[in-house]
């Protein structure tokens, strides 16, 4: 007699293996979504310093500012909150909170350094 169909070892056996498949596709989604959460969290910082620098010079405006003030005019998502301050030379410092994400920099910083934290400095 010749049966056809599967075992119940087949069976499981391929379970098991989309089982695998699915937890590495899992855990690469998640580590891609990360990591497109940093990126924005440093292109908005990065928007709101030229944003904040502009308007600072243009009006001698020196002092913190808000990041979700109304006079900075700059595109893309939105922090929950921080601060930017540009000085007279045209510097400028900033600590922003987006999700996990924190960005910072100070005055005498090149680049803007982003840590995942829930509680970012704004000192």
């Known amino acids: 007699m010749n049966k056809k169909g599967f075992t119940l070892l087949e069976l499981l056996a391929v379970i098991v293996i989309l089982g695998v498949i699915i937890v590495i596709a899992a855990v690469s989604i998640t580590n891609i979504m990360d990591d497109s959460r940093r990126k924005a969290t440093e292109a908005t910082a990065y928007a709101i310093i030229r944003t904040n620098s502009i308007y600072s010079l243009e009006n ?64």
């Open 60 to 123: 001698s405006y020196y002092e913190s500012m808000n990041v979700l003030d109304p006079r900075l005019n700059y595109d893309g998502d939105k922090p929950d909150y921080g601060i930017v301050q540009t000085n007279e030379d045209g510097d400028t410092r900033i600590s922003i909170q987006m999700g996990d994400w924190c960005a910072t920099k100070g005055y005498e910083d090149i680049e803007i350094t982003i840590t995942k934290t829930s509680d970012c400095d704004m000192s």
